[in-house]
C-alpha cells in the first residue's frame, strides 16, 4: 500500500515538474544558454592561460637551444685547442642543458595537445551556442502564438460555445420577416373581409375602382387639357 502512494505520489510530482517546465520552458531556456555562454567565457579564459604557458615555455625552449649550439661551437673550439679541462666543462654544461631541454620539450608537447583540446571543446561550444541562440528565436515565436491562441480561446469561449453561438445565429436568419409577416396578415385580413374580390371585380370593369391607379389619373389630366 504504502508502495503505491509513493509511486502516485512520484508521478504527481513528474507531472506537476513537466508543467512547470512547459509554462516556463523560455525562461528555463534562457538561463541554460546563459550558463552555457558562462562556461564557454571560463573555459576561453583557461584556454587563453595555456596558450600563454605554451608560448612562454616555447620561448625558453628556443633561448636553450640557442645556448645549447652556443657552448657547442666553444667546447668544440676549446678541443680544437687541446683545452681537454675547458672542453669537459663545456661538455657536463652541455649534457645539463639538454636534460632540461628535453624537460620543457615534454611540456611544451603536452601544453599543445591540452591547447588542442581545449580549443576544439571552445569551437564545439561556441557552435552550440549559436545554434541555441538562434533556436530561442524560434522557440520566442512558437510561445507567442500559443499564448496568444490561449488568449484567444479565454476571450471568445471553448468551441461548444462558439458552436452554440452558431446556431443562435442560425435560428435568427432562419426567423421569419415581421414585416412580412404584417403584411401577409393584411392580406389575410382582406380576404376575410371579402375587399380582395371586391377589388377583382373593379379591376374587371364590374363597378367604379376601389384603388386610383397611374392610368385612371393619367386620363383624368388629358381630360382636363
Sequence with gaps: MLSLIKTLLDGASARAEDNLKDRFAID????????????????????ASLIVRQRAEQTSLDQLDRRIADLETRTLSALSANNQALAEGGASAIAELENEREVRRATVKSLGEKTLRMRLSVEQAHRRIIDLNQGMISAKAVDA????????????????SLNEAEELLARIKESSNPFEEAGILDEIDG???????????????????????????????????
Excluded: M, Y
Design 145 to 160: 502564438e500559443r499564448k496568444a491562441q490561449s488568449r484567444l480561446n479565454r476571450s471568445i469561449g471553448r468551441t461548444a
Design 191 to 225: 380576404e376575410l373581409r371579402h375587399e380582395a374580390i371586391r377589388d377583382r371585380l373593379a379591376e374587371a370593369g364590374h363597378g367604379p375602382a376601389t384603388k386610383v391607379r397611374a392610368e385612371h389619373v393619367l386620363a383624368r389630366l388629358k381630360s382636363l387639357n
Design 28 to 47: 528555463l531556456l534562457a538561463q541554460r544558454i546563459r550558463d552555457a555562454e558562462a562556461g564557454l567565457a571560463a573555459a576561453k579564459q583557461t584556454l
